[in-house]
């Protein structure tokens, strides 16, 4: 075989010569999940074979991955906007592209479903209930085909009451995965298969897992890490349900929540109780400092419920069936220790301080405002606390609003900037939000750490920290504010 163009032929000649066969077609999947140079090699050798007689070529593929690792194969030929040839190399490469949507609400909850009775039927009786459904969607292909209400019409007999019970919490929790994991098939399988392993496993030491509240609970952890480590910081060091999770499912069963802008209104009068009231608890007078304690526990407990169910995202979850007031989570999170930091110095926190930092990092940002200047009220003691949870939290969850109060507080704590600077510094700089760096440089007062935060951030190897912090680090025209 002397080159390309003699193997061509060959190929072509014995493709022809082929009797009985229509075509040969090559299926190419998961080539997104080979390394670039992989990917590269597989379009050229698939050149070499490319208008040959009766032959057709399927890749199946993610067209960014492959993009990607064409541009990463061939970095100096770029074009003078500065992309990269991928987009034109496949272009080239493809003659007909079909895009695979992904599951639509009802398709998430059908195999969801689906998937959850695979596990009760045996292979005949799962064969029935696919055929029985695929009648239903030919008749309606964007209706719901499979849910708790039909399945006793598309299963009948084989309808257990285990099988029963699941499917009732399959369907419950299925909109939020096709929210979370924009219907993504592998993804909603290996939630399921998390959550089946994570009950495997407390079975084998005795321990009862329900299967709703532990899809409820992996579904937070999906959606939002911060929301679900809030979640276990509450639980963490209480006996039973925590007060937190009980007061947001009432506020969520009340179905009355405040508006935001009378919810901020409300709260001045009830933030000086709830961040002053131990403060003074030392002071002669008639109450049992016990009764006093257990007032501010409570409404600090109230304060952190009312703020944490006011957010859209967090109401919508509260609502998932099933209502977790009268469960003590304290089991199921032994299940999630991978994605929590236990003993956090927030839950070291007097109460009434556990409520001022919960205001500190509010997504709201009046409320959050308004807590930076009641830190300025508090002991020394009190503030290094407040500000040492708060660097805390800022470690483990630097794309949140901590950042930002960390910033505003040492703004008007001037002696906490040289430990806020250098907790901002020893956060992973590929972690950092680059939009947030300008903001933080402008809040954090003037002085040699903050200089020096600014200047690592510089010279840090992520570019758009880098380029952000070089922004903000340049002194301003003249005339302009």
């Given at each position: 075989?002397r080159?390309?163009?003699d193997?061509?032929?060959?190929?072509?000649?014995?493709?022809?010569g082929?009797?009985?066969?229509a075509?040969?077609?090559?299926?190419?999947?998961?080539l997104?999940?080979?390394?670039?140079?992989?990917?590269?090699?597989t379009?050229?050798?698939?050149?070499?074979f490319?208008?040959?007689?009766?032959?057709?070529y399927v890749?199946?593929?993610?067209?960014?991955?492959?993009?990607?690792?064409?541009?990463?194969r061939?970095?100096?030929?770029?074009k003078?906007?500065?992309?990269g040839?991928?987009?034109?190399?496949?272009?080239?490469?493809?003659?007909?592209?079909?895009?695979?949507?992904?599951l639509?609400a009802?398709?998430?909850?059908?195999?969801?479903?689906?998937?959850?009775?695979e596990?009760?039927?045996d292979?005949?009786?799962?064969?029935?209930?696919?055929e029985?459904?695929?009648?239903?969607?030919?008749?309606?292909?964007?209706?719901a085909?499979?849910n708790?209400g039909?399945a006793?019409?598309?299963l009948?007999e084989?309808?257990?009451?285990?099988?029963?019970?699941?499917?009732?919490?399959?369907?419950?929790?299925?909109?939020?995965?096709s929210?979370?994991?924009?219907?993504?098939?592998?993804?909603?399988?290996?939630?399921?298969?998390?959550l089946?392993?994570?009950?495997?496993t407390?079975?084998?030491?005795g321990?009862?897992?329900?299967?709703?509240?532990?899809?409820?609970?992996?579904v937070?952890?999906?959606?939002?890490g911060?929301?679900?480590?809030?979640?276990?910081?509450?639980?963490?060091?209480?006996?039973?349900?925590?007060?937190?999770i009980?007061l947001?499912?009432?506020?969520?069963r009340?179905?009355?929540?405040?508006?935001?802008?009378?919810a901020e209104?409300?709260?001045?009068a009830?933030?000086?109780?709830?961040?002053?009231?131990?403060?003074?608890?030392?002071?002669?007078?008639?109450?049992?400092?016990?009764?006093?304690?257990?007032?501010?526990?409570?409404?600090?407990?109230?304060?952190?419920?009312?703020?944490?169910?006011a957010?859209p995202?967090t109401r919508?979850?509260?609502?998932?069936?099933?209502?977790?007031?009268?469960?003590?989570?304290?089991?199921?999170f032994?299940?999630?220790?991978d994605?929590?930091?236990?003993?956090?110095s927030?839950?070291?926190?007097?109460?009434?301080?556990?409520?001022?930092?919960?205001?500190?990092t509010?997504?709201i940002?009046l409320?959050?405002?308004?807590?930076?200047g009641?830190?300025?009220?508090?002991?020394?003691?009190?503030q290094?606390?407040?500000?040492?949870?708060?660097?805390?939290?800022?470690a483990?969850?630097?794309d949140?609003?901590?950042?930002?109060?960390?910033?505003a507080?040492?703004?008007?704590?001037p002696?906490?900037?040289?430990t806020?600077?250098?907790a901002?510094?020893?956060?992973?700089?590929?972690?950092?939000?680059?939009?947030?760096?300008?903001?933080?440089?402008?809040?954090?007062?003037?002085?040699?750490?903050?200089a020096?935060?600014?200047?690592?951030?510089?010279?840090?190897?992520?570019?758009?920290?880098?380029?952000?912090?070089?922004?903000?680090?340049?002194?301003?025209?003249?005339?302009?504010?």
């Amino acid at each position: 075989m002397r080159d390309a163009a003699d193997f061509h032929r060959r190929f072509s000649d014995l493709v022809s010569g082929l009797e009985g066969v229509a075509a040969v077609i090559v299926f190419i999947d998961d080539l997104d999940r080979c390394l670039p140079e992989t990917v590269v090699d597989t379009f050229e050798a698939i050149r070499l074979f490319l208008n040959a007689p009766r032959t057709a070529y399927v890749v199946a593929a993610s067209r960014d991955i492959v993009e990607s690792a064409v541009d990463s194969r061939y970095p100096e030929l770029r074009k003078r906007d500065g992309s990269g040839i991928g987009h034109d190399y496949l272009e080239k490469m493809l003659q007909l592209q079909v895009r695979v949507p992904p599951l639509s609400a009802s398709e998430t909850e059908a195999y969801v479903n689906l998937l959850v009775t695979e596990l009760h039927l045996d292979d005949a009786g799962f064969s029935s209930a696919c055929e029985a459904l695929r009648a239903r969607r030919g008749t309606d292909p964007f209706g719901a085909t499979y849910n708790s209400g039909l399945a006793g019409e598309v299963l009948g007999e084989l309808l257990t009451p285990g099988l029963s019970a699941d499917l009732a919490w399959a369907s419950a929790v299925s909109p939020a995965l096709s929210d979370g994991l924009r219907g993504n098939p592998r993804q909603i399988k290996r939630f399921l298969n998390d959550l089946r392993w994570r009950q495997k496993t407390a079975e084998r030491r005795g321990v009862e897992l329900r299967a709703d509240v532990l899809a409820k609970l992996m579904v937070l952890e999906e959606q939002d890490g911060g929301d679900f480590q809030t979640l276990f910081d509450w639980q963490f060091g209480s006996e039973g349900p925590s007060r937190q999770i009980v007061l947001a499912q009432a506020v969520v069963r009340a179905d009355a929540p405040p508006p935001p802008r009378a919810a901020e209104q409300s709260r001045p009068a009830k933030k000086k109780a709830a961040a002053e009231p131990d403060l003074s608890v030392a002071d002669a007078n008639d109450e049992d400092p016990r009764a006093v304690q257990a007032a501010a526990a409570e409404a600090a407990a109230a304060e952190q419920a009312e703020a944490w169910a006011a957010l859209p995202r967090t109401r919508s979850w509260l609502r998932l069936p099933p209502d977790l007031s009268q469960i003590d989570l304290r089991p199921y999170f032994t299940y999630f220790r991978d994605r929590l930091v236990v003993g956090t110095s927030a839950s070291a926190l007097r109460p009434a301080l556990q409520a001022l930092l919960g205001r500190l990092t509010s997504e709201i940002p009046l409320v959050a405002r308004e807590a930076v200047g009641a830190c300025e009220s508090l002991q020394p003691a009190d503030q290094n606390d407040v500000v040492a949870a708060l660097l805390d939290t800022a470690a483990r969850r630097p794309d949140g609003p901590v950042l930002d109060a960390a910033a505003a507080l040492a703004g008007r704590l001037p002696r906490t900037a040289a430990t806020v600077c250098d907790a901002l510094g020893r956060i992973p700089h590929a972690s950092l939000p680059p939009l947030k760096i300008p903001g933080l440089l402008l809040r954090l007062p003037d002085g040699p750490e903050k200089a020096a935060l600014a200047s690592g951030w510089t010279a840090s190897g992520v570019p758009a920290v880098a380029a952000a912090a070089a922004a903000s680090s340049r002194p301003r025209p003249a005339g302009r504010t």
